[in-house]
Nanobody
Framework: QLQLVESGGGLVQPGGSLRLSCAAS????????IGWFRQAPGKEREGVSC????????NYADSVKGRFTISRDNAKNTVYLQMNSLKPEDTAVYYC???????????????????WGQGTQVTVSS
């Protein structure tokens, strides 16, 4: 069974940090670009960051540039999202998604992705 599982969410104070993980089971991520998306209550899902199959290309939403870092460890079949300087507006359910894409690129449009995780809640509040 092909599955993506996010972990690492939680409650953090403004200015704090969290590291999200996206672990794949049932398939290898070697041929997949990975995207991180988030959805806050009452808002549309938005792309946060993405990384190419080999980690050579990364993209970020303007709202998280300089604060979030995406990385991957294909040996561990896992992708990470390091989130620093968190703000209350970062509060959302965060999802990772996988797209078969063996090219030096990644995309942040969710409809193109093949597999999705179940999401992990991130709450930034004092």
């Amino acid at each position: 069974q092909l599955q993506l599982v996010e972990s690492g969410g939680g409650l953090v104070q403004p200015g704090g940090s969290l590291r999200l993980s996206c672990a794949a089971s049932g398939f290898t991520l070697d041929y997949y670009a990975i995207g991180w998306f988030r959805q806050a209550p009452g808002k549309e899902r938005e792309g946060v960051s993405c990384i190419s199959f080999d980690g050579g290309i990364t993209n970020y939403a303007d709202s998280v540039k300089g604060r979030f870092t995406i990385s991957r460890d294909n040996a561990k079949n896992t992708v990470y999202l390091q989130m620093n300087s968190l703000k209350p507006e970062d509060t959302a359910v965060y999802y990772c998604a996988a797209l078969v894409l063996v090219q030096a690129m990644c995309v942040m449009t969710g409809y193109e992705y093949d597999y999705w995780g179940q999401g992990t809640q991130v709450t930034v509040s004092s």
